[in-house]
């Protein structure tokens, strides 16, 4: 490792060497047993002499930070770190204010519960890890150096035209592969949709209860949200505040309540948009799951105005650690979101688009959706029978028939039950975790991605013993 060592004003060198090294011994940045530069480089890199080197390193052994091995080199000791950290640099430096309000971010999302029906994973245990490595060690083989050096903002070739091409297939979505931006999960695509449409103090109508991502998103970008509610047919058009400038909405798969949006609601909705002269953001991120019903068409197939943009998602059909979506938007704002994309990240990593590009055009992809649809179609159906014979009085599950979660309106308290569920090595979420209105939404949400069937009813059954 290069050690980044100042010695620049020539005065006191021992002691800066020295120093410097305890310092990253002391915040981590060398751990016990790194091995210190051998004191002959070190003395060439920083252009002093060798005995200098010697003498700083001299000085840390005697303090117990390092110790030498003879013809091995110089070592951090163990323990060294139990030495009193310093103090943490002081800083006046402030983030904009805006930033107060956004709550910390998961850290993690591994199960970590016996029972994880928490919404949102899909099961990475299933994945074609096989046919992922021989796909990704073919784009690594260097013959395709398009591949690894920078490339086109607005995605990989090849995996914009698959994309496309599934999209008009499986949701008859009208796209060519001109109108894909591929994107940094779902998640940047509406960050780059919001930039390249917002202007501060827009007003951005947002469901509710809804998924908090994104309004936290719009709201860091100086939009104003509205939170508009979600009745049985899907977000209540007739309450979208006149004046917003764009509408975010799941209408395949509401989130969390995992209701679709009714027929007519999706027309009204498009209708209010053009009267408004507003955009619809389209998330459609886990739709490849439809379990019973012919799949509705999109808001993206209906609109015949240029009001949708429409985004999907990688995460759930495979891989969140992918981190893979895609953006379709009108033909107006294809090139402000090319240099969106430019700006921001300059384009995804292309490793994974060219593998996945290779995946689609062979049908694995296709072949894999089939199988994840028969083996969630399962444990979908079970969580539905479990909570309407074991948890009647309790529980009213809401109609579904996608996707990987389902929910339930409960007629008790929904967050001790959450509690005392985790206490129990249960992890779930409470419907109220995703509005403003707490109290007046009471229900249960049952992920059942990362739950293998044969603990599903194991895992229900402790959820009943405590409520
Ligand atoms: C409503 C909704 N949209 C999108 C996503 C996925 O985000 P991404 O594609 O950035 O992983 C999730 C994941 O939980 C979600 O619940």
Redesign the pocket.
Known sequence: MELHIDVSDGRELREKISRQIRASILDGRLREGDALPPSRELAQRLAVSRNTVTAAYELLAAEGFVHAKAGAGTFVSSGARRVERPPAEVSELRPAEVWDSVPDPPLRFAVEAEFDFRA?APDVRLFPFETWRRLVTEQLRGSRPEVLTYGDPRGHAGLRAEIARQLSLSRNVRAGPEDVLVTN???QALDLAARVLLCPGDVVAVEDPG?PPPRQLFTTLGARLAAVPVDGEGIVVDRIPAGCRLVYV?PSHQ?PLGTSMSPARRVALIEWAKRNDAAILE?D?DTEFRYTGRPLEPLHSLDNAGRVLYVG?F??VLL?ALRL?FLIAPPGLREALGKAKYLTDWHSASVGQAALARFLAEGGFARYVRKMRREYRKRHDLVRRILEEDFAGLLEPLPSDAGLHLSAYSSIDARPVVRAARRAGVRLYALGDFTERRDSLQGLVFGFGSVPLEDIGPGLRRLRGVM
Do not use: A, E, L
């Open positions: 949102g999960g779902s998640q998924y799941t989130f998330d991120y998602s995460s759930k969140p979506g």
